[in-house]
């Protein structure tokens, strides 16, 4: 049991550092125009497909710098060219061109890299287990990814709070025309913030990428679990998307790991029923059939119990 | 008949509409265009036959796979060979079902606005399902435009047993057929002392967890299910969670029905995390699957399917291969069974002189017909499921003449049973002959 419980551990925390990469980029979009981007998973995929085509010619790590820096480029040029010009009409036309951005980028990959999953293969150095615990083997690779997001919370966070760049950023989420006052040029923080936010999920694509599997859908599948993350961190924070996004991992990781299930609790109750019932397949659920849902039903008990989120500061 | 025809081509411009909601499916509809026009030219009217499968999203390769092979087949088998018929072209016609059970009632409503009487649809067992019911109403209601369903590759075995229907005909082994192979091959292997199940949640998946159970316990008691699991299709990110289970249980082995994403996904979590273990699947093969597979797969994985890819017994289906691969150099021919389906329906339409699917589907009971693999099939009557020989392939690269995804690994067959054996007994199925 002892060994099921540390590699879910380790599991829930690789994947919760994997979705807090793309939750950070997020909500600090969120929080600087108040618009949540629904195309943001689709710079994820980008950010593998990119990684995959340039490791096929310059290997891995070429893949590692370039791709997320690709990237950025292209998300500080969609918020430039096409963000900017929607802004103006409001917060509805905003959304709408972030969803109908994310169908594009979705056909756009179909049409230049094809339907079928890439052989994006992670790299060889890494190729070996990290450590060896009751016979089940940890991959380096895996301990690189945690090396990795963990690295880029830190220096996330160190920018954001104790830099220059950081505390002008800062203002201008909250006081945009003081900053302007003041000679900042904001429109430039705000272009470079989207930079940023879409380059950290490229680097989340670049690495889940060879794990996770490089096909069209790969954005679909993590796309909602984000928003989920985001709104129980409370909008806008960032310490807040990192203990949900860990929350989550673990969560889902624990779930799968168990084997309890309703079969479980009705006989703690003392109840039986026949597999005739008309309800047997609600007596036969089992946590594992639903680990994939939990992370909404956590959403709906966090906004009936806490709508700010967990640490969330927006007061109505 | 100009009325009809009036309509014919109105509906064709409402399909036009809709079909340029996706560059890819406006790219087919420019080429079915053409070959209507072309057609016209040349002489009558073609014989329209659509492929209904997901075109996007998360099974969207598979589904593009299987339409490039019906295309091909239908242009290198026919059309180049001046139609059917005498003179009419088959004109296949894209339509994305999105893998979902309520897409398939709108596209199957589109294809029957265009007078499409053929339908081919295989992946999901969920979506052939659906598609059945909307099917047989549909005939009931509208005696002389009946439609067919050419199930190709959904093997929940209901379709042929409890739900059977005039109107479906299935030309890939059920489930439980394929299973009973499996589970013999496991059976025979003495190193197997317990076996990991783990399915996609949904009906295909049951049918395999509850059938390998079944015949595992009949043939081998001894052996222990160390897990039964299912997982929701296609919403899995990470499947290194099951495997760390799957390695706490002890299992020898590991059977899955999983596809698509699911496949890869699950193969590449179980090698990624050293568990060395076999793994027998349905569908662990091609459409970039094999080539992520690639060296670390070798000898462990294996699948159950019909008409073997190494060695391939016939010139005519390597010949078939060469020209496939020469049009369609990153795809591969991964289901001859499209193939197998296409040759016996135009032969019914030419036994019959007629595209009548009452008249095709009569012809097409009992039909004895031989692959250009060599294979012979058979399509029983009572229930219109197909029987043909079977084969279990390991995943690897050596002895692979035409290998998958260019990656030089393949599959090599290394155990093939017999049509007789493969027969299962009709079971439950009372089907509704419909009255001409």
């Not at chain 1, 989207?194 to 490089?214: D, E, N, R, S, Y």
């Not at chain 2, 369903?149 to 409890?162: C, K, R």
Request: glycine content about 8%.
């Amino acid at each position: 049991m002892l060994e099921v419980f540390i590699f879910a551990t380790l599991n829930g925390l690789v994947t919760g550092l994997l979705l807090f990469m793309l939750a950070s980029g997020l909500t600090l979009i969120f929080s600087m125009m108040g618009v949540l981007n629904f195309a943001h998973a689709s710079f994820y995929m980008l950010g593998a497909y990119f990684a995959y085509s340039i490791s096929l010619h310059f290997g891995f790590w070429t893949g590692l710098i370039f791709a997320p820096i690709i990237v950025g480029v292209l998300g500080a040029l969609v918020e430039r060219y096409g963000l900017r010009r929607v802004h103006q009409h409001g917060h509805v036309a905003e959304l709408v061109f972030t969803f109908g951005l994310a169908f594009l980028i979705e056909e756009a990959v179909q049409f230049f890299w094809g339907a079928d999953t890439k052989n994006y293969q992670s790299p060889d150095l890494l190729d070996f287990p990290l450590f060896t615990l009751f016979g089940q083997e940890f991959p380096a690779y895996r301990g690189f990814m945690i090396g990795i997001s963990i690295t880029i919370f830190i220096s996330l966070y160190y920018v954001l709070t104790k830099s220059r760049i950081g505390i002008i950023i800062q203002a201008a989420l909250t006081h945009p025309h003081t900053v302007s006052n003041l000679g900042h040029n904001v429109p430039l923080i705000f272009m470079g913030v989207f930079g940023v936010g879409t380059a950290l999920a490229g680097v989340a694509g670049v690495m889940a990428g060879p794990v996770l599997t490089t096909f069209p859908g790969m954005a679909v599948v993590l796309g909602s679990i984000v928003f989920v993350i985001v709104v129980i961190g409370g909008l806008g924070s960032l310490a807040g998307a990192f203990i949900a996004s860990i929350l989550i991992g673990l969560l889902q990781s624990y779930a799968i790991a168990s084997d309890l299930g309703m079969p479980d609790l009705l006989n703690i109750l003392g109840i039986e029923f026949s597999r005739d019932h008309p309800l047997t397949d609600l007596w036969t659920l089992t946590l594992p059939q639903i680990a994939p849902i939990l992370p909404f039903l956590l959403l709906v008990l966090v906004l009936i119990f806490r709508p700010t989120g967990l640490m969330g500061k927006r007061e109505q | 008949m100009l009325s009809a025809d009036d309509n014919n081509s109105k509906n064709y411009r409402e399909n036009k509409k809709l079909a340029m909601r996706t560059p890819q499916i406006f790219r087919y509809f420019v080429l079915s265009i053409l070959l209507v026009f072309s057609s016209y030219t040349l002489s009558q009217e073609p014989v329209r036959i659509a492929f209904m499968d997901p075109l996007t999203g998360a099974f969207a390769s598979i589904g593009n796979s299987g339409l490039k092979q019906l295309q091909f087949a239908a242009d290198y088998l026919y059309n180049s060979k001046g139609g059917i018929l005498g003179g009419r072209m088959i004109e296949i016609v894209p339509l994305d079902n999105k893998q979902s059970p309520t897409e398939s009632q709108l596209q199957f409503r589109r294809a029957v606005s265009g007078g499409i009487q053929y339908i081919f649809q295989g992946n999901g067992s969920a979506v052939a399902n659906a598609l059945n019911d909307a099917i047989n109403r549909h005939n009931r209601r509208n005696p002389g435009q009946e439609v067919m369903q050419v199930n190709y590759s959904a093997v929940d075995p209901i379709l042929t047993e409890e739900n059977c229907s005039f109107w479906h005909f299935r030309w890939d082994a059920h489930a439980n057929m394929k299973l009973n192979i499996l589970t013999d091959y496991i059976a025979a292997n003495e190193g197997i002392n317990s076996v990991y199940i783990i399915g996609q949640d949904y009906s295909f998946g049951q049918v395999v967890s509850d059938t390998s159970i079944e015949l595992l316990r009949q043939k081998r008691p001894d052996i222990k299910i160390a897990g039964n699991e299912f997982h929701p299709i296609g919403q899995v990110k990470d499947f290194t969670p099951y495997v760390t289970k799957i390695v706490a249980s002890g299992a020898d082995a590991v059977i899955t029905g999983n596809y698509g994403a699911d496949m890869v996904s699950l193969a590449r979590s179980i090698i990624d995390n050293g568990l060395d273990i076999p793994i027998y699947t349905f569908y662990a093969a091609y459409d970039g699957i094999t080539a992520t597979l690639g060296e670390d797969g070798k000898d462990r994985i294996r699948l159950i399917h019909n008409e073997t890819s190494n060695p391939i017994p016939t010139e005519q289906r390597k010949e078939f291969y060469r020209a496939f691969k020469a049009a369609n150099p990153n795809n591969d021919v991964t289901q001859p069974r499209i193939t197998n389906a296409l040759m016996m329906i135009v032969q019914a339409m030419e036994e019959t002189q007629s595209t009548d699917p009452y008249d095709v589907g009569l012809a097409l009971e009992d039909m004895r017909f031989t692959t250009i693999g060599g294979d012979e099939v058979w399509m029983r009557g009572e229930d219109h499921q197909v029987f043909q020989s079977l084969h279990i392939s390991v995943h690897t690269d050596e002895g692979v003449e035409f290998d998958a995804d260019n990656s030089g690994f393949g599959l090599y067959t290394e155990y093939s049973v017999p049509l007789e054996e493969t027969i299962v007994p009709v079971n439950e199925c009372r089907m509704r002959r419909p009255r001409r």
